[in-house]
């Protein structure tokens, strides 16, 4: 159950893969969704897809006036804004020799200085009714395992969390949580596009033996941004299939 049947949820990178997932089962549970995305005609297509009550609003998390034009347009709308998830992320691969302070800059502003103004944007409005439930997207890879090629990745995913544990404790004193969930590999187009022998090696390598779904993610935010989840934050769920196991 969330904040009633009528709980506002922004979810960023929502117009595709996990992001999707987690939309999809906010939606489903009741929620009215907004989809943020900077790819505009996907976040409408999603939006129309959903079921009940949405909203598309295309926005680039690296922008604080877009994040910022985000969170009132929601407000604007709908009056408040209960539920933020920080989920849009990229994850292009890149060698230690080749990987390039450009390529750097853009994982870094993409997976972690959008968390910091997409949170600077909803938190007003959340501190005003002393209520709000911030998931992010974070990841196995950083946190907890590395891969060789996604160095700058693994860094973002890891980053995200030391911000997490600071802003949490800064929004304690309110009904505010602030907490990340951890995906292994999940069948998204994203992780498709690394080929099938990339897959059967993650397969292998998986105690369920299955990639992740989106919406096994969105199951998992769903609790996070639960109201009955209101003590706990700055925790982190992984949801894997068990590969950090071994
Ligand atoms: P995806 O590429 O399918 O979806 C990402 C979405 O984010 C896209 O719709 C894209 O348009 C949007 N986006 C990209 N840059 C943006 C920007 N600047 N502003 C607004 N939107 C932007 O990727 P995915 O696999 O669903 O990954 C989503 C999140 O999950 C990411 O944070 C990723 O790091 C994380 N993650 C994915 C996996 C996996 O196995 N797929 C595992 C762990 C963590």
Same mark, same amino acid.
Not at 79 to 108: F, H, K, M, Q
Not at 237 to 245: E, I, K
């Given at each position: 159950r969330m904040t009633g049947d009528d709980a506002v949820a922004i979810v960023t990178g929502a117009a595709s893969g996990i992001g999707r997932g987690i939309a999809e089962v906010l939606a489903n549970e009741g929620a009215t969704v907004v989809v943020a995305d900077i790819d505009e005609d996907a976040a409408r297509e999603? %939006?129309? #897809?959903?079921?009940? /009550?949405? =909203?598309?609003? @295309? *926005?680039?998390?690296?922008?604080?006036? #877009?994040?910022? %034009?985000?969170?009132?347009? *929601?407000?604007?709308?709908?009056?408040? &804004?209960? &539920? +933020?998830?920080? !989920?849009?992320? &990229?994850?292009?691969?890149?060698? +230690? !020799? /080749?990987?390039?302070?450009?390529?750097?800059?853009?994982?870094?502003?993409?997976?972690v200085k959008? $968390?910091?103004?997409?949170?600077?944007?909803?938190?007003?409005? =959340?501190? %005003?009714? #002393?209520?709000?439930?911030? $998931?992010?997207?974070?990841? &196995?890879?950083? @946190? =907890?395992?590395?891969? @060789?090629?996604?160095?700058?990745?693994g860094a973002s995913k890891a980053a995200m969390l030391g911000f997490m544990r600071t802003a949490a404790m800064e929004v304690a004193d309110a009904d505010i949580t602030i907490n990340a969930v951890l995906p292994g590999n999940i069948r998204t187009g994203g992780l498709d596009d690394l080929g099938e022998e990339y897959l059967d090696r993650m397969r292998a390598s998986i105690p369920k033996g299955t990639l992740g779904t989106p919406e096994d993610i969105g199951h998992a935010v769903a609790y996070l941004a639960s109201e009955e989840a209101g003590y706990v934050t700055g925790a982190t769920l992984v949801v894997d299939g068990g590969q950090t196991l071994p």
């Amino acid at each position: 159950r969330m904040t009633g049947d009528d709980a506002v949820a922004i979810v960023t990178g929502a117009a595709s893969g996990i992001g999707r997932g987690i939309a999809e089962v906010l939606a489903n549970e009741g929620a009215t969704v907004v989809v943020a995305d900077i790819d505009e005609d996907a976040a409408r297509e999603t %939006a129309d #897809e959903l079921s009940g /009550e949405t =909203m598309a609003v @295309p *926005v680039d998390v690296t922008d604080p006036d #877009e994040t910022n %034009a985000l969170a009132e347009a *929601v407000v604007d709308e709908y009056g408040r &804004i209960d &539920i +933020l998830c920080a !989920n849009a992320g &990229i994850y292009p691969s890149a060698p +230690l !020799n /080749e990987l390039s302070t450009d390529d750097w800059d853009d994982v870094l502003d993409v997976n972690v200085k959008s $968390v910091l103004l997409s949170v600077q944007a909803c938190l007003p409005h =959340m501190k %005003a009714r #002393e209520y709000g439930r911030i $998931v992010l997207t974070s990841s &196995i890879t950083g @946190p =907890m395992v590395g891969y @060789p090629g996604w160095a700058h990745y693994g860094a973002s995913k890891a980053a995200m969390l030391g911000f997490m544990r600071t802003a949490a404790m800064e929004v304690a004193d309110a009904d505010i949580t602030i907490n990340a969930v951890l995906p292994g590999n999940i069948r998204t187009g994203g992780l498709d596009d690394l080929g099938e022998e990339y897959l059967d090696r993650m397969r292998a390598s998986i105690p369920k033996g299955t990639l992740g779904t989106p919406e096994d993610i969105g199951h998992a935010v769903a609790y996070l941004a639960s109201e009955e989840a209101g003590y706990v934050t700055g925790a982190t769920l992984v949801v894997d299939g068990g590969q950090t196991l071994p």
